[in-house]
């Protein structure tokens, strides 16, 4: 019997690792998201979505160039390889992040305009939409290990207390990921109507 039981542990275990695993994956992608959205600051972080049609393929921007900060609202992107420079304005011009660059034939020059209240406002939407989305994600991702845990319990290859335990343990992993998404959502909330 205790071969039995140290099998449905362990299938227990691999269950909830991989859905804290998941979990913890929903919580990086919506810090990353919350990341690109513009506070007033220029930081890199705004163009981490931004792709640049790099002699046909599309390319990260932070794979073609340097980032430098000289004032809290100027970004200068300095492009490893100068022939890039059109591609990666044009890229610029084009992304949600509001940007109207110039560039001086070596560098890029990006002044972020003042946010305006309302501006605001629906950058904390924004982000409301994705903090919301990610918790769908992880509240998903803890529907589907239920039912792994469920069809374990329904197999017979667990019994329904230890069942019953990882569900509360699940429970507890979902609740700790949804506070950490709305911790998040807090701060990039209050960092977005700092004036």
Do not use: W
């Not at 239920?146 to 569900?167: M, N, Q, S, W, Y």
């Amino acid at each position: 019997m205790d071969v039995f039981c140290t099998i449905g542990d362990t299938m227990i275990d691999e269950t909830l690792a991989e859905a804290t695993d998941k979990m913890d994956k929903a919580v990086e992608v919506a810090k990353e998201d919350f990341a690109t959205i513009r506070t007033g600051r220029a930081t890199p972080a705004l163009f981490s979505k931004v792709l640049v049609d790099y002699y046909g393929s599309p390319t990260q921007l932070q794979q073609l160039a340097s980032f430098g900060t000289p004032d809290a609202r100027t970004l200068l992107i300095t492009p490893y390889d100068v022939s890039a420079l059109r591609a990666i304005e044009r890229a610029l011009s084009d992304s949600e992040v509001g940007a109207n660059p110039s560039n001086d034939g070596k560098v890029i020059r990006v002044v972020m305009p003042e946010l305006t209240q309302d501006r605001r406002k629906e950058y904390v939407k924004i982000v409301k939409t994705k903090g919301e989305d990610a918790k769908i994600s992880v509240r998903n991702i803890r529907r589907k290990a239920k039912d792994a845990l469920d069809r374990l319990v329904k197999d017979g290859e667990i019994g329904e207390d230890d069942g019953a335990r990882a569900e509360k343990d699940l429970d507890a992993q979902t609740k700790a990921h949804t506070d950490a998404i709305d911790d998040l959502l807090k701060r990039k909330e209050a960092e977005l109507l700092e004036v």
